[in-house]
């Protein structure tokens, strides 16, 4: 019973991407059909979370972008200022 529910979802595949946010950023308005040069107006803060779908018909949504709600106050960070008055 535990063996069927180690079974990957043949439906579904999750990669998950560690990198820079202006890497994070540059994915976005491409995957988007945005100009690469918009992820000059995108700020995220490091650590955070961004969740893409894309769907089998090669269409793409942003179900989040740099959403930081799993971080206390004190640990959100963005270019070496604390919190949100930067």
Same mark, same amino acid.
Do not use: A, D, K
């Given at each position: 019973d535990n063996k069927q529910k180690l079974v990957a979802d043949p439906k579904h595949e999750f990669e998950v991407i560690v990198c820079h946010a202006?890497?994070?950023r540059y994915f #976005?308005?491409?995957a988007l059909?945005?100009?690469p040069e918009a992820?000059?107006?995108?700020? %995220? #803060?490091?650590?955070?979370?961004t969740y893409f779908t894309i769907r089998p018909t090669? %269409?793409?949504s942003?179900?989040?972008?740099?959403d930081i709600g799993h971080l206390p106050?004190?640990?959100c960070t963005f270019s070496m200022h %604390?919190? #949100?008055n930067w």
């Open positions: 202006n890497v994070i #976005f308005c491409r059909q945005l100009p992820w000059l107006r995108l700020c %995220t #803060f490091n650590c955070s979370l090669g %269409t793409v942003c179900r989040m972008l740099g106050h004190e640990m %604390t919190g #949100f």
